[in-house]
């Protein structure tokens, strides 16, 4: 069974930094592409960050935040500088992944972590 979990959210003052990680356990085939999305209060789920080879980033978030992998351990990081009270959100990892002896891949998805950004 394939499982996203993440970690490192929190409070912080606005200007701080966090750093989110993402964990994917299970057996697996492929990791072909993990993202960062969030879900600020009020608002529709969107994406801040994603690589699938390349990154892309959300333009509120280019040039603060910074998404890497290890995919010798299986893990996405999103750094986070520069916090600002926007960025308060439930921050999701997702990734297209293809299960162990499978090479169909599937969105999988984490419970999200909370990040508070105070003024």
């Known amino acids: 069974q394939v499982q996203l979990t993440e970690s490192g959210g929190g409070l912080v003052q606005a200007g701080g930094s966090l750093r989110l990680s993402c964990a994917v356990s299970?057996?697996?085939?492929?990791?072909?592409?993990m993202a960062w999305y969030r879900q600020g209060p009020g608002k529709e789920r969107e994406l801040v960050a994603s690589d699938a080879g390349s990154t892309v980033y959300a333009d509120s978030v280019k040039g603060r935040f910074t998404i890497s992998r290890d995919n010798a351990k299986n893990m996405v990081y999103l750094q986070m500088n520069d916090l600002k009270p926007e960025d308060t959100a439930v921050y999701y990892c997702?990734?297209?992944?293809?299960?162990?002896?499978?090479?169909?891949?599937?969105?999988?998805w984490g419970q999200g972590t909370q990040v508070t950004v105070s003024s």
């Open positions: 299970g057996r697996i085939t492929n990791i072909n592409y």
């Open positions: 997702t990734g297209l992944i293809a299960p162990y002896l499978e090479f169909r891949e599937y969105h999988y």
